[in-house]
């Protein structure tokens, strides 16, 4: 289908000057494995000029020591129509990144940001297609969230069961290309095997036109893209599914997210889009 449109986005980022593994609360995460704080700020400023590059606005959030995971933005708030829902994350090594953020968007004019009771990653697990939310569980968002997420966000809220550890956020396993519009449903692509098979069921009812990503394109976090409707942003090694992009009529553009993948994360971890 040709006539991708993109429209203009506002991401919030966070430099990864502090980035480590130190810890291991994923399946990617080996704190034996040497990783470099400096290629990964390389990488990001790649991945955050290449944003730019595309005409979107890119914001940041000034990392902070001790917070080795704080470069995954996605998982520190959800805003939609202007609305934040903040986060509340599983892992205690994680925790204190919340409240940089909840006060990230009070500066930046944000009066009401709700802080959730029950666990929240946030972006992680929270995928906005322009009508619903798509929600993940089973490794870290808890299932109370999404509930919560419906009531504050005041949009309607879809849950999915993620069942393979490798895939323990919602966007290491699905992305939306394109939104909905008053005339055509939105568009996605995921990795079937992800989920279970209830929810697999779900999100072929709901999106029989989806991209179904191969194994070889979730294993390099290919499902970690992010879209502007248009222009795709992909980890490089993910060559079928932007075969399968161009044919539907995407432009894919290729990152290298080499060491940030250490830590399990891609393009879309490091990445919280602000809609206002
Ligand atoms: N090391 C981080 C964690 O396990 C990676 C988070 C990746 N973020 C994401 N949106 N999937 O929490």
């Keep these: 289908m040709n006539g991708r449109e993109q429209t203009r986005r506002r991401y919030l980022m966070c430099e990864p000057k502090y980035f480590a593994v130190e810890y291991s609360i994923n399946p990617w995460m080996n704190p034996d494995e040497p990783v470099s704080a400096e290629l990964a700020v390389k990488q990001w400023t790649?991945?955050?000029d290449t944003y730019r590059r595309l005409g979107h606005r890119v914001d940041t959030i000034r990392p902070v020591p001790g917070l080795p995971d704080m470069v995954f933005a996605a998982n520190s708030g959800t805003v939609v129509h202007g609305r934040v829902l903040g986060a509340r994350f599983r892992a205690r090594q994680r925790t204190a990144e919340a409240d940089h953020f909840r006060r990230w968007f009070a500066d930046h004019g944000y009066r009401d940001v709700v802080m959730p009771t029950a666990t929240n990653e946030a972006e992680g697990?929270?995928?906005w297609t322009g009508q619903f939310l798509l929600a993940g569980t089973g490794f870290r968002t808890d299932p109370a969230?999404?509930?919560?997420?419906?009531?504050?966000?005041?949009?309607?809220v879809v849950s999915l069961r993620l069942v393979d550890p490798r895939y323990y956020h919602l966007d290491t396993a699905l992305f939306v290309l394109e939104e909905a519009s008053p005339t055509r449903?939105?568009?996605?692509?995921?990795?079937?095997?992800a989920f279970s098979?209830?929810?697999?069921?779900?999100?072929n009812h709901l999106f029989p036109n989806a991209v179904i990503a191969t194994t070889a394109d979730a294993e390099c976090?290919?499902?970690?893209?992010?879209?502007?409707?248009?222009?795709?942003v992909l980890p490089i090694e993910a060559t079928h599914l932007a075969d399968q992009l161009i044919n539907e009529g995407y432009d894919p553009t290729f990152v290298d997210?080499?060491?940030l993948r250490k830590s399990g994360g891609g393009p879309k971890c490091c990445?919280?889009?602000?809609?206002?």
């Design 46 to 48: 790649e991945l955050a």
């Design 125 to 127: 697990d929270f995928a």
């Design 145 to 156: 969230a999404h509930a919560e997420a419906q009531e504050v966000l005041g949009v309607p």
């Design 185 to 193: 449903p939105a568009h996605i692509a995921y990795y079937p095997d």
């Design 197 to 203: 098979p209830g929810s697999q069921r779900v999100l």
């Design 221 to 232: 976090l290919g499902l970690n893209g992010v879209s502007d409707g248009r222009n795709v």
């Design 257 to 259: 997210i080499s060491e």
């Design 271 to 276: 990445t919280l889009e602000i809609r206002d």
